[in-house]
């Protein structure tokens, strides 16, 4: 007893300390696993961009994780127009002979803006204002496509599946020979039949930042390894992208549209040279605290 009484502070002390280095990620193993270099990874068109005759993956393509990712500072719950930190980029989605089209991405967010309101749109392709999140009350959110007037909504979890301070994948497809979206968040999954693409075409992507129309609020958080595609990925497709982990390559090339890993640019590795143009993002190194590998 006298000596606990005499050391027992620096004992809880100790424990503090190492409880806040747990909570901090410093155990995580990932945190000691070899870092992909920006670029180690990509795809080689021997033709030229949006050819797709032998092209194939070079580089190291193991999956390892990335040594950056894209941070983005908006405001939490800014008005559409407001963003400070986002990517525009040209895209060859979405090609006329392929209406079919999937999005895949790692995001991370700690405060998410709660309400009845759109939050944070990660992505916004040509013909829908935006992948996003929407609160649909009952302390739940859902995964959205926004397309301002019309949405395609899928895939209601609780707050605390999407915004935990963790990162989580999301992949969402669109199948035109049925009408049908599939929506996923980590392993889980769902499906929304809808009335099909709107106003599909292609031109510019917007990362983390809105496009305009109301309630459409840019991104405050982490995103990583996005890819897009001109063709639809069903679930197991989809599902073997999330089991490769943050970062993982594309799995279908000759449906590959644009490939942004964010690892310390927002250059496209897709090979089709759809670099993108970053202002006011940081590509941070601190960010394996959040993350477990599937």
């Known amino acids: 007893m006298e000596y606990l009484m005499t050391y027992g502070w620096a004992i809880l002390v100790i424990a503090v300390v190492l409880g806040v280095l747990y909570s901090l990620g410093v155990f995580n193993p990932e945190n000691f696993a070899p870092k992909a270099q920006p ?52 895209s060859n989605f979405n090609d006329p002979n392929s209406p079919g089209f999937t999005i895949t991405l790692w995001y991370e967010i700690n405060t998410p803006q709660v309400g009845t309101q759109y939050i944070d749109n990660m992505v916004s392709i040509p013909g829908y204002t935006g992948l996003e999140f929407i609160s649909v009350g009952n302390n739940q959110a859902q995964i959205f496509l926004h397309r301002c007037y019309t949405d395609v909504g899928g895939l209601t979890e609780p707050y605390s599946t999407f915004f935990n301070g963790q990162w989580h994948f999301i992949g969402v497809s669109y199948n035109p020979s049925n009408n049908t979206y599939l929506f996923m968040l980590d392993n889980l999954s769902g499906t929304v039949v809808d009335s099909g693409p709107f106003g599909m075409s292609s031109g510019s992507i917007t990362i983390g930042g809105p496009s305009g129309c109301v309630y459409d609020e840019p991104f405050n958080g982490k995103l990583s390894d996005i890819q897009v595609y001109n063709t639809t990925l069903g679930t197991n497709s989809i ?50 605290g959040g993350y477990s590998a599937p």
């Open 239 to 288: 599902r073997a992208i999330y089991n490769e982990g943050i970062g993982g390559a594309p799995i279908q090339l000759q449906g590959l549209s644009d490939w942004w890993p964010l690892n310390g640019n927002a250059n496209d590795y897709s090979g089709n040279n759809n670099n993108g143009v970053a202002t006011n993002v940081t590509f941070t190194g601190a960010w394996e």
């Open 39 to 90: 670029g180690s990874c990509q795809v080689y068109r021997p033709n030229g961009p949006e050819t797709t005759s032998f092209i194939n993956l070079v580089g190291t393509c193991i999956n390892e994780a990335p040594q950056y990712v894209a941070q983005f500072d908006n405001p939490i719950g800014a008005p559409s127009g407001e963003s400070t930190s986002h990517i525009i980029a040209n």
